[in-house]
Nanobody
Framework: VQLQASGGGLVQAGGSLRLSCAAS????????MAWFRQAPGKEREFVAG????????SYADAVKGRFTISRDNAKDMVYLQMNSLEPEDTAVYHC???????????????????WGQGTQVTVSS
């Protein structure tokens, strides 16, 4: 499966952005999906994940209550709605895919087989 992330940009603190991840090559409903991010000088970290059917979602503590992950399997799309953005959210955001079943391992970068290119999110103070 090929993944294409988009929707990044420059936004002021307190603003919102919606990231999109388009899957091609095999239907996204075959995969659990996640968003990771990597800030300059830091390791890539888990942001949010969603099971293949949308029944299970998981969030990093830093974004819980502000970010929402969702998916539309009919369109082979996964989304990350980001509200109340903070300068600390500045990073390159990547989407990733892994065959089910969902487990707590889905929060680990090493679990994911397929990765899209990143999209830059910059939050100004």
């Amino acid at each position: 499966v090929q993944l294409q992330a988009s929707g990044g940009g420059l936004v002021q603190a307190g603003g919102s952005l919606r990231l999109s991840c388009a899957a091609s090559g095999r239907t996204s409903s075959s995969y659990d999906m996640a968003w990771f991010r990597q800030a300059p000088g830091k390791e890539r970290e888990f942001v949010a994940g969603i099971s293949w059917n949308g029944a299970i979602t998981s969030y990093a503590d830093a974004v819980k209550g502000r970010f929402t992950i969702s998916r539309d399997n009919a369109k082979d799309m996964v989304y990350l709605q980001m509200n109340s953005l903070e300068p600390e959210d500045t990073a390159v955001y990547h989407c990733a895919a892994d065959p089910p079943p969902w487990s707590e391992r889905q929060r680990l970068e090493t679990t994911y087989v397929y990765w899209g290119q990143g999209t830059q999110v910059t939050v100004s103070s």
